[in-house]
């Protein structure tokens, strides 16, 4: 029997790779899809326990993202988008092209890659569909237009495919990490260590929420860790 095919869009060091690391231990055939193909190149050089194949992707590209649902083996079963960008300023001194490209990287490239996941999914009548939100999902902040905007239309695209595709057999979801995930930059700060989220731990859920019998599935999920106060 043919294995599951998953797919996830914006691998790096942090929860992209745990995505990959947990859905490869599933037993999945995984594919990791970044701008930067040399990236993942390292990480996997880093991690050589995992089996993994690499493309390079550009999520914001039409052409891109075509090229990589092309060359799948077979319909995917789970697809994960994980892609941002983010560059803080306050709503007098944002470039448009920085707030455009925001958008761009953390909804217009959910869109394109929620589409192409979905058009194989539909004719094979199931498939999983993962979306990575924020608190800023939630609510905007203070110099966090850029990051608040691309990441309220994720949730919003998040909620119509749900409802559109799920009669249809196709699970979507949308995961708000409502705090900040571990990783180097945060380590030796003097906090509990699990006052960050684990990136492990993350993907733990998401692979769960793949597993959800469809009576009872997730749309949306809160991921937060014990120690925040917002």
């Known amino acids: 029997m043919a294995r599951e095919v998953a797919v996830v869009v ?16 599933a037993g999945m055939e995984v594919i990791a899809a970044a701008r930067d193909v040399k990236k993942l190149e390292s990480l996997a050089k880093s991690d050589p326990a995992v089996q993994v194949r690499h493309e390079a992707c550009d999520a914001t590209q039409p052409a891109d993202v075509a090229k990589l649902f092309g060359k799948l083996p077979r319909a995917p079963s789970l697809v994960a988008f994980n892609a941002g960008a983010y560059m803080r300023g306050g709503i007098l ?42 608190t800023a999902s939630l609510r905007g902040s ?4 850029n990051l608040a905007v691309p990441k309220f239309g994720l949730r919003a695209l998040a909620q119509s495919m749900a409802r559109e595709l799920g009669p249809k057999g196709i699970h979507v979801a949308h995961v708000i ?13 003097g906090r509990p260590p699990d006052s960050l989220l684990p990136p492990d731990a993350i993907a733990e859920s998401y692979h769960q929420l793949h597993l959800q019998p469809r009576g009872a599935w ?13």
């Open 10 to 25: 914006g691998v790096g060091p942090g929860l992209g790779w745990a995505l990959v690391r947990r859905f490869a231990r």
């Open 218 to 230: 997730t749309q949306e999920l809160d991921l937060r860790p014990w120690v925040e106060k917002f």
């Open 93 to 134: 001194e944002i470039a448009p092209e920085d707030f455009e490209r925001c958008w761009r990287v953390g909804c217009f490239g959910g869109f394109l890659v929620g589409q192409a996941a979905a058009r194989l999914m539909v004719p094979a009548g199931a498939g999983t569909i993962l979306f990575t939100g924020a």
């Open 177 to 189: 990490i409502d705090g900040q995930i571990d990783s180097e930059r945060y380590r030796g700060s």
């Open 142 to 145: 203070a110099g966090f237009a």
